[in-house]
């Protein structure tokens, strides 16, 4: 028994020619519909040539469909279809855009009953109708049928599109209008392929258990968070292209160094405050309720954090003394203390590169490269005080070999990459480079330029250890790499929230861990500007990073843009206001606008709620 035919479902057939082509199609079943009854569509040119020869090769013919209700038209039994196609929907006569937009959602709500998971909608639209970066020329959006949008309140994401070649179907004859005979143009016509879109996320709370010290302790983890906790794109099993980075850059740097990854119990949760960091850059953590481990724990725990000078926490006075310590807790922001921990416990061994990655977690503006939680691979090393430079050049020079070789790999064109001077550094700082500062002295940032962005993007961090942490003999060299940008860069991929999609898709892309150029499933994601104004507490900084992190939790990650757009101050009162423009658009999932408008009204309550702000 061979698999199922494909069952394929043809809407507003005017001669049914379209559908005569693809009848004899192997392994599929044709269902060739028509809005008219049988009567009226038999008349019209070669249509009742076109049916006998469908009903001839086992196809069905169905007449009087009403493409927004095709679940009615369908016993349940046969409701399901691999593929459906609509070639130049159309509501007839003189119908201006907004009557077809207003047809064309009736149609795609109707197909989330009837098309199968896997399956496709085949839209043809005129040029320019559709409203994309495709149509040549291009309307304006409010003149065109906005069918990405349309599309989108649906469930459904424009994954393809491509010119529809009238010229290649044999026998084809394209009618036009339903009540007219004159003809559509079809000359730069596009066909638009639309597939469905993963689930809005479910942001149910989550508990997480991790080590503190010699307890496992468990806490609620921030919202913003949820779908990104624990995603094990670093485990062995994992064929991101995160992981296909740090194995492929671990394997080289084995070719020069003895190597040892130590990347195995690293703590999830720090306590105290680290010294230099923003306050509103932080996750804060509370344990849940009874977990908090004993002033002994606490303090061990603390230690291992406090060890290393320019990293260290407000409460390091509270260790020493052995007084009581504060019970603050924060998600880790790096894995520096962790290997500066190690290297005052004299636990290092000299001569040997020492690897430790996992995710960190820092809270920061919303931009296409800013990322809350990134994968930080941090490379130690120990040698002879005096070499310190000499090895940095050897590591930086296998770090440039590797990775020149992954980008060519993935899309033929070698990277520029550079080693930069952190006192004579030109190019603005990245927002993965600015919070670094804040962490410790940086000696040189590691820049990646692409076609892309030829201008570069740090990608890494240089450092030397502060005298505390050398002996009389050794002095120590560290490398901080942030593989997601890195994973961007190399596999030309826009957005960082593409690396944490849910979707398929995007790992089909790398199998068994091969880095290849990205093509996004989601073509020309609708977006939606909404603007905020509100008065500023009176004698208060305005945070803006709150202010960014809000949006975050509130929108499930869906705000791709904040802009400041005016500030005000009241001349006599001195009150200051601010407007901002935020612009709601998803990377890999389907966004529709009344539920960005819904994100954009729970966003002006929470910063009311939060922030202290009163609305305008």
Known sequence: MGPPLRRVLLLGEGNFSF????????????????????????????????????????????????????????????????????????????????????????????????????????????????????????????????????????????????????????????????????????????????????????????????????????????????????????????????????????????????????????????????????????????????????????????????????????????????????????????????????????????GTLHVLSGPVFRKCRITPHSMPVFHEMLLVLAVRRGTEHSCIQMLVENIKTTVNSLHRGASGVKPSISLQEATSFGAELNDFAAFEWQLGEIQHFLCVGTDAEPSGSCVGVIRTAPEELKSQELGVVSASLNLDLLAMLLCGISDWRMLWTWDRRFLRQFPQGELRLFKSFSLYPPSYVHDVSFWVPDGKDFDEVAFHSLARRVSGEMVVSIQLRDNFQQPGTGRRSLCYRVTFQSCDRALGCREAAEMQLRFREEIQQHLGVTLR
């Open 19 to 350: 559908a005569a082509a693809l009848c004899g199609a192997p392994g599929t079943h044709v269902v060739a519909t028509c809005y008219e009854s049988e009567e009226e569509a038999a008349g019209r040119g070669a249509a009742a040539r076109s049916i006998l020869r469908l009903r001839a090769s086992g196809a069905e013919v169905v007449f009087s469909v009403d493409c927004t209700k095709l679940k009615e038209h369908f016993v349940p039994g046969e409701r399901e279809f691999d593929r459906i196609y609509f070639n130049f929907p159309h509501c007839g006569r003189k119908a201006g855009v907004v009557k077809n937009r207003q047809l064309l959602a009736g149609f795609f709500h109707s197909c989330a009953e009837v098309l199968a998971q896997e399956g496709e909608i085949h839209v043809a639209l005129c040029n320019g109708q559709g409203g994309t970066p495709a149509d040549q020329p291009r309307r304006e959006w409010h003149n065109s049928w906005q069918i990405v949008a349309v599309a989108a309140a649906a469930g459904f994401i424009l994954s393809h599109v491509h010119p529809f070649e009238a010229g290649t179907i044999d026998g084809y004859k394209c009618t036009g209008y339903r009540s007219q005979d004159k003809s559509f143009c079809v000359e730069g016509a596009l066909n638009h392929i639309f597939t469905r879109s993963t689930a809005p996320p479910c942001f149910t709370p989550v508990s997480c258990q991790t080590q503190l010290g010699s307890q496992k302790v468990s806490f609620q983890v921030p919202q913003v968070l949820v779908d990104k906790i624990n995603r094990g794109f670093l485990e062995v099993n994992s064929s991101h292209p995160v992981r296909t980075i740090k194995e492929e850059l671990s394997a080289g740097l084995s070719q020069v160094f003895p190597l040892q990854n130590i990347s195995s119990c690293l703590p999830l949760l720090h306590q105290g405050h680290p010294r230099g960091v923003c306050h509103s850059s932080i996750f804060w953590i509370t344990l849940s309720p009874g977990e908090a481990p004993s002033t002994e724990e606490m303090s061990q725990g603390l230690a291992d954090a406090v060890l290393c000078s320019h990293f260290g926490q407000d409460t390091d006075e509270n260790v020493q003394e052995g007084c009581s310590v504060p019970k603050q807790f924060y998600l880790r922001l790096s894995l520096l203390p962790r290997a500066q921990a190690i290297i005052q416990k004299r636990t290092f061994s000299p």
